[in-house]
């Protein structure tokens, strides 16, 4: 496992060549096409560090496709076993409002898994409210501001970062993807 952030890590251990260095760029080629398949529900895997420190190999059977599906088999296997987890786009959400539809708004922006960070004024009756907000919570958003405040608040958003996606979330997530 690799920190949030570091990317894709792959170290080869190898020793007295038990697999030929020829074939190697083919285990790291086999791993990199799984982690973009996906081991949950088809996502990306992303921040992992894989070690290759064994494995054997046959002066006439063996191929650099052999070794790339070996890679990629490894890989899913020891994903399964690390406990992986899902994450999502938090975006940074910023909505103007007048005041009179603050409460709502909040209400709204809690609704969907929102975290309010701040509320400031702008101007006389004008609110400035920064949320942040999973990104598959948002679709329709501004239709719905717009109807809720009478057409009279504006939004704008920008992802902030990623998170762990809910047990329950990642659940259904993974349930639609199986179908």
Do not use: C, W
């Not at 539809?101 to 709204?108: A, K, L, N, P």
């Amino acid at each position: 496992q690799n920190e949030a952030g570091a990317g894709f890590e792959f170290i080869n251990s190898i020793k007295g060549g038990v697999v030929p260095s020829e074939y190697i760029p083919a285990v790291r080629k086999g791993i990199e096409e799984a982690m973009n398949n996906g081991v949950i529900a088809g996502y990306p895997v992303v921040d992992i560090k894989a070690e290759l420190y064994d494995g054997s190999y046959h002066e006439v059977d063996s191929n650099e496709m052999a070794f790339s599906i070996a890679g990629s088999m490894g890989f899913q296997e020891g994903v399964k076993k690390a406990s992986p987890t899902l994450l999502e786009p938090v975006m940074k959400v910023v909505v103007v409002t007048p005041e009179e539809f603050m409460g709502d708004t909040i209400g709204d922006l809690n609704s969907k898994r929102g975290r309010i960070d701040s509320m400031e004024d702008l101007s006389s009756g004008i609110k400035e409210i920064t949320a942040f907000v999973p990104l598959g919570e948002m679709f329709g958003y501004t239709t719905n501001l717009r109807s809720m405040t009478q057409g009279r608040a504006s939004s704008s958003m920008e992802l902030d970062h990623y998170a762990d996606v809910p047990p329950n979330v990642a659940q259904a997530i993974i349930a639609k993807n199986a179908k």
